[in-house]
Antibody, heavy 125, light 107 residues
Framework: QLQLQESGPGLVKPSETLSLTCTVSGGSISSSSYYWGWIRQPPGKGLEWIGSIYYSGSTYYNPSLKSRVTISVDTSKNQFSLKLSSVTAADTAVYYC?????????????????WGQGTLVTVSS | VIWMTQSPSLLSASTGDRVTISCRMSQGISSYLAWYQQKPGKAPELLIYAASTLQSGVPSRFSGSGSGTDFTLTISCLQSEDFATYYCQQYYSFPWTFGQGTKVEIK
């Protein structure tokens, strides 16, 4: 059973870079079955997909965040990471790492089956 | 970008009611649609994928229908544990997008 766990600072200063890591257990980060992704949820608001990365290294980002987002994979640690630059208070949110459970040939055939518990990141000086 | 319109945003219902939530796409997505349930302080949970396939372990009172641009989530007999917020999500093409959410509250 795949398990995901987010880690990283809970407080980031405005204009700095938010950095989070998701550790994957129960499966390989190099598997073609998953798209490793990040989703966020501002307090009291809905879900926003930030971006995803495939085992091949292909990345896909939300156009509204694309200029500030980088998602990468560390196969040696079975982890993937999120970097969001030039943060403002509007980036305060619970950040989830997640993946669909069944992807193949670059397409996915399910929604997000697996989620981390989420981590609250507050942007404040 | 595929825009999604989820309605209603708030639904007041009683235990035992049949409720439906709608999700409409700005363009066709075949059946590449998922539904999630989220309770306060928890990560969303996948209920339905491929528009109508029930995720393992999800009660049969949940059902999904639709294809193309119009989709529906139905809860046939609302239980106390079903009061939560529900989201639709398309995974037909990037950027993947979520609906705005529907909060199902006790009437």
């Amino acid at each position: 059973q795949l398990q995901l766990q987010e880690s990283g600072p809970g407080l980031v200063k405005p204009s700095e870079t938010l950095s989070l890591t998701c550790t994957v257990s129960g499966g390989s980060i190099s598997s073609s079955s998953y798209y490793w992704g990040w989703i966020r949820q501002p307090p009291g608001k809905g879900l926003e997909w930030i971006g995803s990365i495939y085992y091949s290294g292909s990345t896909y980002y939300n156009p509204s965040l694309k200029s500030r987002v980088t998602i990468s994979v560390d196969t040696s640690k079975n982890q993937f990471s999120l970097k969001l630059s030039s943060v403002t208070a509007a980036d305060t949110a619970v950040y989830y790492c997640a993946t669909p459970g069944y992807c193949s040939g670059g397409s996915c055939y399910s929604g997000f089956d697996y989620w981390g518990q989420g981590t609250l990141v507050t942007v404040s000086s | 970008v595929i825009w999604m319109t989820q309605s209603p945003s708030l639904l007041s219902a009683s235990t035992g009611d049949r409720v439906t939530i709608s999700c409409r796409m700005s363009q066709g997505i075949s059946s590449y649609l998922a539904w999630y349930q989220q309770k306060p302080g928890k990560a969303p949970e996948l209920l339905i994928y491929a528009a109508s396939t029930l995720q393992s372990g999800v009660p049969s009172r949940f059902s999904g229908s639709g294809s193309g641009t119009d989709f529906t989530l139905t809860i046939s007999c609302l239980q106390s544990e079903d009061f939560a917020t529900y989201y639709c999500q398309q995974y037909y093409s990037f950027p993947w997008t979520f609906g705005q959410g529907t909060k199902v509250e006790i009437k």
